[in-house]
């Protein structure tokens, strides 16, 4: 028969490992964007904002806008906030009435890839 002490002390270091590892769900989700996710915005914005549930990896994290018939309409310009690292934004071209496509791929300091995308429509 093993050790019982033995046993019970490896069932406990165990244990504390699981406990101390990062929280399931700890990722930047999107938590909103300007202009709104699905939004119609009468007035055509010139700066895309995404707020994120976490502090982004500014290397690793990018967002692209594009238009009905795929064109890139964001100018490359994508940052994270040097303010405040749960915001990434880029600058947009001047937009014509209609539907974009926002594609966001990001990876929080915690180091886990989220990704996503959400349309706005621009109607004066
Ligand atoms: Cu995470």
């Known amino acids: 028969m093993p050790n019982l002490r033995v046993?019970?002390?490896a069932?406990?270091?165990?244990g504390l490992s699981w406990t101390?590892?990062?929280p399931a769900?700890?990722?930047?989700?999107l938590d909103h964007a300007v202009p709104r996710v699905g939004s119609t915005v009468s007035a055509a914005p010139s700066e895309l904002v995404l707020a994120f549930t976490q502090e982004l990896e500014p290397a690793f994290s990018t967002v692209e806008v594009l238009n009905e018939q795929g064109?890139?309409?964001d100018k490359g310009d994508v940052q994270v906030d040097p303010h405040d690292g749960t915001l990434l934004r880029v600058s947009l071209n001047p937009l014509a009435p209609?539907?974009?496509k926002v594609i966001w791929r990001v990876v929080s300091v915690d180091t886990h890839p989220t990704e996503?995308?959400?349309?706005?429509?621009v109607a004066p």
């Open 25 to 29: 769900g700890a990722h930047a989700f």
């Open 71 to 73: 064109a890139k309409v």
């Open 98 to 100: 209609g539907t974009y």
């Open 7 to 9: 046993l019970s002390g």
């Open 20 to 22: 101390s590892a990062p």
């Open 116 to 121: 996503g995308d959400f349309t706005f429509h």
């Open 11 to 14: 069932t406990l270091l165990l």
